[in-house]
């Protein structure tokens, strides 16, 4: 499981998987819904309670640092590296501040692709 999906599974219930980085190149199921059809999940109102209940004061919106830390996942630099390589980052990851602002970027929307609702100014 890489890091995005344990990223997604803090967020997205089971009930609601999110898709994985492969486009879908599989008909869908008899009977499924379409993508417009699945219900929102309000990324934001979840990560919100979630900081509202954790001691440190992490800024989820503009940090994958903090969003990582809610989240309880690895915020480290290694594995931020890892991250950037698993979402294709083409940039020097020796830039740290700017491959962040990247990845934080490229997770609200992802979230939003797969049925998050993530506010307009939060998405890449």
Do not use: C
Request: proline share 6%; no cysteine; charged share 20%.
């Amino acid at each position: 499981m890489g890091i995005l999906s344990n990223i997604f599974s803090k967020i997205f219930p089971s009930s609601h998987p999110a898709q994985n980085d492969a486009p879908n190149t599989t008909a869908p199921e008899a009977g499924a819904l379409p993508d417009q059809a699945k219900p929102l999940v309000d990324v934001a109102a979840i990560l919100d309670g979630m900081a509202a209940k954790n001691p440190q004061k992490l800024d989820w919106s503009s940090s994958i640092v903090d969003l990582m830390k809610l989240l309880d996942l690895d915020s480290s630099l290694t594995a931020r590296k890892e991250l950037a390589t698993e979402l294709a980052y083409q940039g020097d990851v020796g830039d740290s501040a700017a491959m962040n602002i990247w990845l934080h970027k490229q997770v609200m929307t992802r979230f939003a692709e797969n049925g998050g609702k993530v506010p307009a100014e939060l998405q890449g």
